[in-house]
């Protein structure tokens, strides 16, 4: 057993039913030309957390804590990307355009792939997503019941988009939840403090925060 000073109280978790979700650290949300900067977003906030995203990682690592990874992205023909979400707002370029990186946001461009310093290892999962929440039309809830996850550490990008949507469809499937406050970023930092403020309000609503030193701490003791 671990137990994590976490807020807004102490979160005690068994390594063996725990897992690590980190959530879309693609160069498409992360680094120039992808489609977080089509959007006009400054990247560079979300650069900042891959050292410490890294570090969660090899924590989860050492402590043999399942680590599972996501990407959104879809399929070269679009099917699974619904019109209203392609089409919404005014992008220099939108999901399925060419950039720099490749066509935005399709399954095996190099845009979609996870940053290098954060790339999976084998036996870890990558769960392919189309919708902001991780569950959604994808066979994560499948693999976390197989593996009898109880606990699930969040990190990734962005806070409130596919981290905090995630992260609800967890808290109401009965996972206790754990965002890691220093491995997760936002491109409007107002919107990161107002999510991590909403996840433990009211006695832990939607669970529990930490820093990866915390957590880091307490998978070692
Ligand atoms: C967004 C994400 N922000 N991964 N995606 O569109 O949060």
Known sequence: MAQIAALPFALTLEPATTALIVIDMQRDFIEDGG??????NDVRPLQAIVPTTARLLAAARCADIAVIHTRECHAP?????PPAKRDRGDPSLRIGDQGSMGRMLIAGEPGAGIVPALAPIKGEL?????GKGAFYATPLGEHL????????????????VCVQTTMREANDRGFECLLAEDATESYFPQFKAATIDMIRAQGAIVGWTATTAQIEVALHD
Do not use: M, Q, R, Y
């Open 35 to 40: 489609f977080g900067a089509s959007l006009g």
């Open 77 to 81: 023909d679009l099917s699974d990307c």
């Open 126 to 130: 990558v769960i392919d997503k189309p």
């Open 145 to 160: 019941k197989t593996l009898n996850i109880k606990t699930l550490i969040f990190a990734g990008v962005t806070t409130e």
